[in-house]
């Protein structure tokens, strides 16, 4: 049986506040049930949940949080991108990660009740849920498969920091750069098949995000491109050979 929302009526409010309340709630209700993490929850699940949390518009540019605030809640992302990213004594930035649609970030120093390690700036203009640490852990609590999948998205993040570590440790920067192109093949791509996307940053992020300089990246994608590998127009890029790209080192 599902648990009793700990506030189920606005009975106290005045009548105009309260279809306020109720429309922001059924908003919110209605990105939740789109994002993958709360795919498994039924509408009442659901609702609960969206009674702590709200919708945050971000702009381009903004700070969403800084190294070393403390965390009440986590985010997901409706839609936009986020970077989240460390910031050195001497004011060098080292991009950890780049965050879209459907995607969460903050959850581990919520449970460790330990303040940000890094910031988290929108890159585009962005639409984010935040989530109440306490409405939270009451569903963690009271729904094991939610749990599990928290426990999922926390486990790929954590696979991903490896990744990243190997990547530094053992490849050099042209297999990092490849890499991070092929990063959007399915997979089953045949002899011929072109790959397109657009570059969801500047070069600066996307060479921090790979630890390497901007020079070298500019450099890398200039060779992979006279060789006949990819076409880069601005943002636009064209994997024009993805067997050949793969292959090369």
Do not use: W
């Not at 060098?92 to 120093?109: I, N």
């Not at 640490?133 to 426990?151: C, H, Q, T, W």
């Not at 954590?158 to 192109?181: F, K, N």
């Amino acid at each position: 049986m599902l648990r009793q929302c700990a506030i189920d009526s606005m009975h106290f409010l005045t009548e105009p506040v309260s279809r306020s309340i109720a429309t922001e709630n059924s908003k919110i209700h209605s990105l939740l049930a789109n994002v993958p993490l709360f795919s498994a929850l039924q509408s009442a699940e659901i609702k609960c949940i969206a009674l702590g949390a709200r919708v945050l518009k971000a702009a381009r540019g903004e700070i969403l949080f800084h190294s070393g605030d403390a965390p009440s809640g986590f985010y997901v992302i409706v839609y936009g991108q986020i970077k989240l990213a460390f910031t050195s004594p001497q004011g060098m930035e080292k991009v950890m990660h780049l965050m879209g649609p459907g995607e969460s970030f903050g959850e581990a120093v919520m449970f460790l009740d330990k303040p940000y390690l890094v910031s988290s700036q929108a890159l585009t203009d962005s639409l984010l849920i935040h989530v109440g640490k306490s409405v939270l852990l009451d569903e963690i609590e009271r729904n094991p498969g939610f749990a599990r999948k928290m426990l999922a998205g926390l486990s790929m993040r954590l696979h991903t920091l490896v990744r990243d570590v190997e990547a530094y440790s053992l490849r050099s920067s042209v297999q990092r750069v490849i890499g991070y192109l092929l990063q959007n093949d399915p997979g089953n791509s045949s002899d011929g098949d072109v790959l397109r996307f657009h570059f969801p940053a500047s070069k600066l992020i996307i060479a921090s995000r790979l630890n390497i300089s901007p020079e070298t990246l500019s450099r890398i994608l200039h060779d992979l491109s006279v060789a006949g590998l990819i076409r880069v127009e601005g943002k636009q890029v064209s994997v024009l050979d993805i067997a050949r790209l793969r292959a090369y080192s």
